[in-house]
C-alpha cells in the first residue's frame, strides 16, 4: 500500500515569493506521482505529474516537482507566487499497474497575500 | 477537453431517504470510474472504484450496500446514497479515466455536497 505524508497544512507567503510545499510518500512498489490543486468551491485540477523520465516536471502556469526517488520526495515549488496561486494542494501517488488508484496526502493550504 | 461533470451540485435530503448522484465524462469514454469522499478541511478517500460493465470494487470499510455504484456505460456512473443519516453528509467526488491524458491520469468531477437532515 501506499502513503503520502504532506507535513505542512497551510503555507503563508506573500505575492512573488518563492514556495516550496513538501510531499514524501512511501511505496514498495514503482509509483506515479501528482499533484492536484482545488481551487475554492471548484474540482481538483492535475497540475503536474511524473511517470517516468526526467525526474523534474513542469506546469503550464510556473509551478515545477522534482521527484526523488532515494528521498521518496516530490516536492512542489515555484519561484514567485500570484494571489491566484491561493488554493489547495494535494499530493498524489499511485501504484504504475492495475487499476492505478490515487492516494492523497492531506492537503496543504496555499495561501498567498498582497 | 476531458471534462467531468457531477449532477446534482449539492442536495439536502431528510434522514432515511436515498440519494442518486451522477458522474458523467462529457468528451471522452471513461473506462474506470472512482467515487472519493472528502470531510471539511480533510484529504480525499477513495471509496470505490468500478469498471464499466463490472461490479464496484470497494474500499475495506465502505459499505457496498450502503453506497450502490453502478457504471452502466462508458460516459456514466451513479453513486447511490440509501437510506442516508447525518454521518453520510459529506463533499462526494467523482473522477473517471479514459484512454487519453496519459497514464495514471484521472479528470475530476466538480464534487456534490449532500446534507442529510
Known amino acids: 500500500a501506499q502513503s503520502v505524508t504532506q507535513l505542512d497544512s497551510q503555507v503563508p507567503v506573500f505575492e512573488e515569493a518563492p514556495v516550496e510545499l513538501r510531499c514524501n510518500y512511501s511505496s514498495s512498489v514503482s509509483v506515479y506521482l501528482f499533484w492536484y490543486v482545488q481551487y475554492p468551491n471548484q474540482g481538483l485540477q492535475l497540475l503536474l505529474k511524473?511517470?517516468?523520465?526526467?525526474?523534474l516536471v513542469e506546469s503550464i502556469n510556473g509551478f515545477e516537482a522534482e521527484f526523488n526517488k532515494s528521498q521518496t520526495s516530490f516536492h512542489l515549488r515555484k519561484p514567485s507566487v500570484h494571489i491566484s496561486d491561493t488554493a489547495e494542494y494535494f499530493c498524489?501517488?499511485?501504484?504504475?499497474?492495475?487499476?492505478?488508484?490515487?492516494?492523497f496526502g492531506t492537503g496543504t493550504r496555499l495561501l498567498v497575500s498582497p | 477537453g476531458a471534462v467531468v461533470s457531477q449532477h446534482p451540485s449539492w442536495v439536502i435530503c431528510k434522514s432515511g431517504t436515498s440519494v442518486k448522484i451522477e458522474c458523467r465524462s462529457l468528451?471522452?469514454?471513461?473506462?474506470?470510474m472512482f467515487w472519493y469522499r472528502q470531510f471539511p478541511k480533510q484529504s480525499l478517500m477513495l471509496m470505490a472504484t468500478?469498471?464499466?460493465?463490472?461490479?464496484?470494487?470497494?474500499e475495506q470499510g465502505v459499505e457496498k450496500d450502503k453506497f450502490l455504484i453502478n457504471h452502466a456505460s462508458l460516459t456514466l456512473s451513479t453513486l447511490t446514497v440509501t437510506s442516508a443519516h447525518p454521518e453520510d453528509s459529506s463533499f462526494y467526488i467523482c473522477?473517471?479515466?479514459?484512454?487519453?491524458?496519459?497514464?495514471?491520469?484521472?479528470?475530476f468531477g466538480p464534487g456534490t455536497r449532500l446534507t442529510v437532515l
Open positions: 473522477s473517471a479515466r479514459g484512454t487519453s491524458g496519459g497514464a495514471g491520469t484521472q479528470y
Open positions: 468500478s469498471n464499466e460493465g463490472s461490479k464496484a470494487t470497494y
Open positions: 511524473y511517470l517516468s523520465g526526467s525526474t
Open positions: 498524489a501517488v499511485s501504484e504504475d499497474t492495475g487499476f492505478q488508484k490515487l492516494v
Open positions: 468528451d471522452f469514454q471513461a473506462t474506470t
